[in-house]
Nanobody, 129 residues
């Protein structure tokens, strides 16, 4: 079983920071590409960031590049999303997800939600202006 559980969400003022954590159960966690997605009310789920199972490659949506940093600590079965300089448009429920296959690189498809099979329940991030 591969089960992500997000935490670290909350309410912050514009310009503030939050660090989201995603603890993932399952012995194959360290060999899954991981992604972060978010969904605002009335909006479609959108890609935020991703990290390869090796931890070498990271990817970011244009809207968050330079402000967010994704990382992983396989020893702790955890992926992180450090969010700095938060903006009101960052308000959303944030989800982490594990790729469908272990020991497999998503490559050009890292931003497509359909490539991820195992999803967390989400954590709310609210940024007040």
């Amino acid at each position: 079983q591969v089960q992500p559980v997000e935490s670290g969400g909350g309410s912050v003022q514009v310009g503030g920071s939050l660090r989201l954590s995603c603890v993932v159960s399952g012995r194959t966690f360290s060999r899954h590409d991981m992604g972060w997605f978010r969904q605002a009310p009335g909006r479609e789920r959108e890609f935020v960031s991703a990290i390869s199972w090796t931890g070498v490659m990271t990817y970011y949506a244009d809207s968050v590049r330079g402000r967010f940093t994704v990382s992983r600590d396989n020893a702790k079965n955890t992926v992180y999303l450090q969010m700095n300089n938060l903006k009101p448009e960052d308000t959303a429920v944030y989800y982490c997800a594990a790729a469908r296959r272990s020991e497999y690189s998503l490559g050009d498809y890292y931003s497509q939600s359909g490539e991820y099979e195992y999803w967390g329940q989400g954590t709310q991030v609210t940024v007040s202006s």
